[in-house]
């Protein structure tokens, strides 16, 4: 009840007295000129399908690349049409498996050179099993200077559990690959709180990752995402997953392992070594999305393309946008929305917080206060910095909150691919 009533008070803060806090069906958006946005690009075909995974994606299959290629080269052509030549200042590639379309990733990239002005870095996903020396010469040869490698686990057991279809041997194989390539940075991917993990398997996991030179790993927990099938994936049955208190532990020897090893926190669930590029999928602030089912945030506007490969790539080609949802973002949620990330980063720069919040902002003051009475973060001088308690159950937190709002507007759209309204 206590939670209900919280959760609406916060939606109606956020959205203010107009508008519902929903998202609509989406007709003839346009961002109107833009002078710098960063680009991703969803990529989402996979030839093994993880019972865990929530994203979007649907099973391979090669007669599908072609018209696929064909409506990323169309939607590029509709924001340029749009948006002007504007300043590119990143592009992540996700998926999906992004390196099924490997070929056509570079035809892509070619069209967004030339229509926009790119400055920043290209980053991609990758999977061990696809990581071989003709795959990293095309990456390198398109751009791309920054890599993640999903190894999940180095643990030939959690692999299976998790259905990957590759053992630690390739997994090895393929970081040696990757990080004797020349990358700016490679980061690898490793999953924790796994059914049945215990403590000295995550040790071993996180020993593994250290010995393979990785610049970046990223050790993030299992969620039990609703929206994912694996509660009911036959293997993991009788599993059950390790508690609150156990994931808690299970962080803590995370995070200290890491600043033990000379590594620094870059987010909740990353940490880096060294001076090199961080590599990062999720907290850039305003970026456009290609493919089925990315999202966009431009000024004031927040919007999803179709889930649909199919509607996808029929949109497309005829010149349409392929977009399904939209929620407009009030000055409030922008604010919120940029706050949100900055406690992923686990690094708040107080300048800018200011600026965007003013300094006399009552609220904020009240949450600086409870951040600092409930031992979370620490002010740093430039920036205010949750510390590993904070970054914890910062996180947690707010994905209580988030966490079924991404659970109901993905399932509606994985079941229909034109909703006239998601409500919550
Ligand atoms: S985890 Fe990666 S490879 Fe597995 S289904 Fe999801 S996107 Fe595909």
């Known amino acids: 009840m206590f939670t209900a009533l919280l959760t609406r008070a916060i939606r109606r803060r956020l959205v203010g007295p107009e508008q519902r806090f929903s998202?609509?069906?989406?007709?003839?958006?346009?961002?109107?000129?833009?002078e710098r946005t960063g680009l991703y690009i969803h990529i989402p075909f996979c030839k093994n399908l993880c019972p865990y995974c929530p994203y979007n994606k649907i099973r391979y299959e090669r007669k599908l690349?072609?018209?696929?290629?064909?409506?990323?080269?169309?939607?590029?052509?509709?924001?340029?049409?749009?948006?002007?030549k504007a300043e590119i200042t990143s592009i992540y590639i996700g998926g999906g498996t992004p390196t099924n379309l490997i070929d056509e990733l570079g035809t892509v990239l070619s069209r967004i050179r030339e229509r926009f002005h790119l400055v920043g870095d290209i980053c991609i996903e990758t999977n061990p099993e696809d990581i071989n020396g003709e795959n990293i010469d095309k990456l390198l040869q398109c751009g791309v200077n920054l890599v993640s490698l999903g190894g999940q686990s180095f643990n030939n057991r959690h692999l299976e559990l998790l259905g990957r279809s590759y053992d630690a041997a390739v997994l090895e194989r393929s970081l040696e690959l990757v990080l004797a390539a020349g990358f700016k940075s490679v980061n690898l991917d490793l999953m924790?709180?796994?059914?049945?993990?215990?403590?000295?398997e995550v040790e071993e996991d996180l020993n593994r990752a250290l010995l393979s030179g990785a610049n970046q790993i990223t050790a993030y927990p299992l969620f039990s995402f609703p929206y994912s099938t694996v509660g009911r994936y036959r293997r993991l049955k009788k599993v059950k997953m390790p508690n609150l208190a156990v994931r808690r532990k299970m962080y803590r020897t995370i995070h200290n392992f890491f600043l033990e090893h000379g590594f620094h926190r870059v987010s909740v669930w990353g940490f880096l070594q060294g001076e090199t590029p961080r590599y990062s999928s999720v907290t850039r602030e305003r970026y456009i999305g290609l493919g089925a089912g990315a999202g966009s945030h431009v000024p004031g506007l927040f919007y999803l393309n179709t889930f649909s490969v199919d509607r996808y790539i029929d949109s497309c080609r005829n010149g349409k946008l392929p977009v399904a949802l939209k929620m407009n973002f009030t000055k409030m949620m922008e604010l919120y929305y940029w706050l949100y990330w900055r406690f992923y980063d686990t690094y708040i720069p107080k300048k800018e917080l200011f600026i965007l919040f003013g300094g006399d902002n009552r609220e904020l003051q009240m949450l600086l206060r409870l951040l600092s009475a409930f031992k979370m973060a620490t002010d740093e001088g430039d920036e205010i910095a949750l510390n590993e308690r904070g970054s914890f159950w910062l996180h947690l937190l707010q994905n209580y909150f988030v966490l079924p709002y991404i659970n109901r507007i993905w399932t509606v759209a994985q079941k229909n691919p034109y909703p006239s309204e998601v409500d919550f």
């Open 23 to 34: 998202f609509q069906a989406a007709k003839n958006i346009d961002p109107g000129p833009l």
């Open 65 to 84: 690349a072609g018209p696929y290629l064909q409506a990323l080269l169309e939607e590029v052509e509709q924001y340029y049409n749009r948006i002007g």
């Open 192 to 200: 924790f709180a796994l059914p049945g993990q215990t403590a000295a």
